[in-house]
């Protein structure tokens, strides 16, 4: 089972879809919208509500950007590594360009305050981000694996 499908499914992460849905602001992006801007601070967390959203990290060669590992779909989290790393983003993220979609938003600092004042909560957060770390590893290795061998 993935992290995709642990926000969903009526495990301990619930917890985390039901905060967003009360602290989270919606935004709704349009075929093609950047959310995420590779090497720009990220200053909220995602949640996915609808539609997809594609990964995309700029060729050194002709300074373009590629899409990488894939797609991103409701239920994920965005935003995560930004928080706990304290770094800006690594990748862009632009809405898919055959349709529309939806993220709930919270800023990095509520985020970090709701963290705080319940530790249930976090531990919630904390598990499915060490889920979500471990399916991202196995995504990029395999990734990487494709592109030696070819």
Same mark, same amino acid.
């Given at each position: 089972m993935g992290a995709r499908q642990s926000l969903l499914d009526g495990n301990s992460s619930d917890m985390i879809e039901l905060f967003f849905l009360k602290a989270g602001r919606p935004?709704?992006?349009?075929?093609?919208?950047?959310?995420?801007?590779e090497g720009h601070a990220v200053p909220s967390v995602?949640?996915?509500?609808? +539609? /997809? &959203?594609v990964l995309k990290k700029r060729s050194e060669k002709d300074r373009r950007d590629k899409v990488i590992g894939g797609s991103r779909f409701q239920g994920e989290?965005? +935003? /995560? &590594?930004?928080?706990?790393?304290?770094?800006?983003?690594?990748?862009s993220v632009d809405a898919a360009s055959t349709g529309k979609a939806a993220v709930l938003e919270i800023p990095q600092s509520d985020m970090v305050d709701?963290?705080?004042?319940?530790p249930t909560m976090a531990g919630g957060f904390f598990r499915l981000l060490g889920s979500t770390l471990g399916e991202r590893t196995t995504e990029m290795s395999a990734a990487m694996r494709k592109t030696v061998v070819n």
């Open positions: 935004r709704y992006l349009q075929p093609g919208d950047r959310l995420i801007t995602f949640l996915i509500t609808e +539609g /997809e &959203l989290l965005l +935003g /995560e &590594l930004s928080l706990l790393l304290g770094q800006p983003a690594a990748i709701m963290l705080i004042k319940d």
